[in-house]
């Protein structure tokens, strides 16, 4: 199931992939998402370039269907933004890519945060932030 806020981060970004979008995100999505390696190897595979389902399957020897349910974990954690790759065919795939040069996490007595960092838009500025217990 999305959540409200990968839903919204999906939209956003289908509409304008030149913008950032700042969501919200569950310190236990991520660390789960963060905790697989295929998860890991997709995560890696988009921060260089958007990168369609196929092209990580491709990339990461992973198998197609294990894919798409990894893609959902990482854009549901807010990992990965999804958009539409416009082709001049008719068929327009989803691509999916990273929207943060730094994720840091910090454990104290209230929990876990984190902070989403985009050091070329923000100037290095924390980002999003989300706290978990």
Do not use: W
């Not at 199931?1 to 992939?17: G, H, Q």
């Not at 104290?108 to 960092?117: I, M, Q, Y």
Request: with cysteine.
């Amino acid at each position: 199931m999305n959540s409200p806020s990968a839903v919204a981060a999906r939209n956003a970004s289908t509409l304008d992939p030149n913008r950032i979008q700042q969501v919200a995100a569950e310190p236990s999505a991520v660390l789960s998402a963060l905790s697989d390696g295929d998860s890991r190897r997709i995560l890696a595979a988009c921060d260089g370039a958007p990168r369609t389902a196929q092209e990580c399957a491709e990339l990461c020897d992973v198998p197609l269907s294990t894919v798409y349910r990894k893609l959902d974990s990482l854009t549901e954690a807010s990992l990965l933004d999804e958009r539409l790759r416009v082709q001049t065919a008719t068929h327009h795939p989803r691509e999916f890519a990273t929207n943060f040069d730094t994720l840091s996490f910090s454990f104290d007595d209230a929990g876990v945060s984190l902070a989403f960092r985009q050091v070329a838009t923000d100037g290095g500025e924390d980002g999003s932030e989300g706290r978990s217990r």
